[in-house]
């Protein structure tokens, strides 16, 4: 089977992480993102994945190559000159999705959920019409485009954008199993699937809804990032519990904890719920840790208060200081001690050292 990533372009809504990092590669529960994606197409039987994409950062073909050889896969770059959209990148990528009649994926790179992608493909072989949407559903429908499907059964009648009225409350969660006779339907030019070519599909019903059990979360921006991450561990807590901190450690708070064994944590620390401490952290004393991700490298001072905040990689955390408010901070940026960030968005190698009362960009 084959897998199309829509990876699009430099994730400028992830900033600060992504002026460092290509999208993919931000740690997410403390591996890539797409690795996350990678390790569950190739488990329900996915050898050929096509990543589609604006730009070819030259550190993300070096990891993936490392997949491709861990995981005995093939992963190919499809770029766009211009972008495609989210149908067009099928076109692009015609060679590899149509090389045979087994189904493939198409999967937006910001989600995660439980990934039910085995499930997805019996499901699919057994109906044997041209499409699968992966539906999640939503409290406040009004606010998506909402799937209505036609009464008792799975098949899709149509698709109402914001309704105003209640028609449901099924959304469209960003994953898709195709047959490669979809590509019949798609010219090489920029193209939106959701409005151009399901619409086509439902009227000739030839596309169904499969139900996600459990979380979903788009995770392309920070506030959504500390969302997703706190769904992941909860999920997690139900799954694999032995991946997560034993509620016996002493610095456990709530639970819900990831610890990289190679982090370092101190004495008398209030750590939870829900908080990802990634590789070679050293975390002080008298810590508090709430509702955060910690990546890579990086030193958190004691006494430090961090909550709805992420710390990127190799920056440190000065002494009695406090983050908060969803702050983001980039590569290598050191917060003196005693001050207080509250919803900043700072820029990779900065040094902090007043207070950040009001939500904004440090440049």
């Not at 990289?260 to 829900?274: L, R």
């Not at 008298?286 to 961090?306: E, F, P, S, Y």
């Not at 990779?348 to 960009?361: A, M, R, T």
């Amino acid at each position: 089977m084959k897998a199309l990533i829509l990876v699009g372009g430099f994730g400028t809504r992830l900033r600060p992480l992504t002026l460092s990092v290509p999208k993919p590669l931000v740690d997410f529960a403390n591996k890539p993102m797409i690795l996350h994606q990678i390790e569950a197409l190739v488990k329900a039987g996915v050898t050929d994945i096509v990543l589609a994409v604006n730009y070819k950062p030259e550190v993300m073909v070096a990891v993936l190559k490392k997949y491709e050889e861990k995981f005995g896969i093939t992963i190919t770059f499809s770029v766009e000159n211009v972008p495609l959209g989210t149908a067009g990148p099928l076109a692009l990528a015609r060679d590899v999705l149509g090389k045979d009649d087994s189904p493939f994926f198409v999967l937006n790179a910001d989600v995660t959920c439980e990934y039910p992608f085995e499930k997805m493909r019996d499901f699919h072989l057994d109906h044997g019409c041209e499409g699968t949407i992966l539906a999640t559903t939503v409290d406040e429908p009004s606010k998506y485009g909402v799937i209505v499907v036609h009464d008792e059964t799975t098949v899709i009648d149509r698709f109402v954008e914001k309704p105003v009225e209640y028609v449901g409350n099924r959304i469209n969660a960003g994953i898709y199993i195709f047959s490669p006779s979809i590509l019949d339907r798609i010219e090489l030019r920029p193209t939106s699937i959701e409005k151009e070519i399901f619409p086509q599909m439902a009227g000739d019903k030839q596309l169904h809804t499969f139900d996600l059990e459990g979380f979903w979360m788009d995770v392309g921006q920070p506030k959504d990032f500390l969302t997703g991450t706190s769904l992941y561990l909860s999920s997690l807590a139900k799954r694999s519990p032995e991946l997560l901190a034993p509620p016996t450690e002493e610095f456990i708070n709530g639970g819900n904890v990831l610890v990289h064994p190679t982090a370092k944590i101190g004495k008398g620390c209030k750590i939870g719920p829900n908080v990802t401490i990634g590789p070679n952290t050293i975390i002080g004393d008298g810590v508090c840790l709430q509702r955060c991700v910690l990546m890579d490298g990086t030193h958190i001072k004691d006494h430090a208060w961090i909550k709805n905040s992420i710390v990127g990689w190799h920056s440190s955390v000065g002494r009695w200081a406090r983050l908060d408010g969803v702050t983001v901070l980039g590569d290598d940026v050191h917060v003196a001690d005693e001050v207080y960030v509250n919803g900043a968005s700072v820029l990779p190698h900065k040094s902090i050292s007043s207070n950040v009362c009001e939500p904004g960009i440090v440049m």
